[in-house]
């Protein structure tokens, strides 16, 4: 329990890193797909780097946080098979760092860092009237849809697919 406790701490922080890595040094609008129509229809294209180097920075970092989060699923699979886990083990854990991810993705990014601290809103000011009088982020009924139905579906469907072996 503790293994996997550690685990979805990790894949929360390889997600922060992406986040920060997307919208502070690559700055690229195609990695805003999950924003607001409204918000994806007012981004400027930023051409300029924040500073030299920062593009380079950022998918540096991108990177490194997609091999961090393949190294969880890595690691807790292997785990798993390791201690002889079985099914409902399996899927708990699965289940477990998921929940924690998304229970951390909506109050740190959706919270806090969109409407309370305004990061998002710091590096792109003209989604500023986007979510100016939101008390939460935009995106409620996904967040939930995913946190109740989608990511214990997909950890179901791994813990099966881990039993198998």
């Known amino acids: 329990m ?5 685990l979805a701490v990790v894949f929360c922080a390889s997600i922060t890193l992406m986040l920060i890595s997307a919208v502070a040094f690559v700055q690229d609008i195609k990695f805003f797909s999950s924003a607001p129509k409204e918000a994806q229809e007012v981004l400027i294209p930023r051409e300029k ?4 180097g920062a593009r380079v920075m950022g998918w540096t970092l991108m990177i490194f ?5 393949l190294g969880v699923g890595v690691v807790s699979i292997w ?4 201690s002889g886990y ?4 399996f899927f708990l854990r699965f289940v477990l760092i998921f929940t924690i991810y998304k229970i951390y993705d909506m109050t740190c990014f959706d919270y806090f860092l969109l409407m309370k601290f305004h990061f998002f809103q710091h ?3 003209e989604v500023e009237s986007v979510y ?3 008390k939460y982020g935009y995106n409620i009924k996904s967040q939930l849809l995913k946190l109740l139905v989608i990511f214990p579906a997909v950890s179901a ?3 099966w697919i881990c039993t198998l072996f």
């Open 2 to 6: 503790l293994l996997t406790i550690f």
């Open 132 to 134: 100016d009088g939101r």
């Open 79 to 82: 785990d798993g098979f390791r």
């Open 123 to 125: 590096y792109f000011p």
């Open 49 to 52: 780097e924040l500073f030299y």
């Open 86 to 89: 079985t099914f409902a083990q």
């Open 157 to 159: 469907l791994a813990a």
């Open 65 to 69: 946080s997609m091999v961090m989060i």
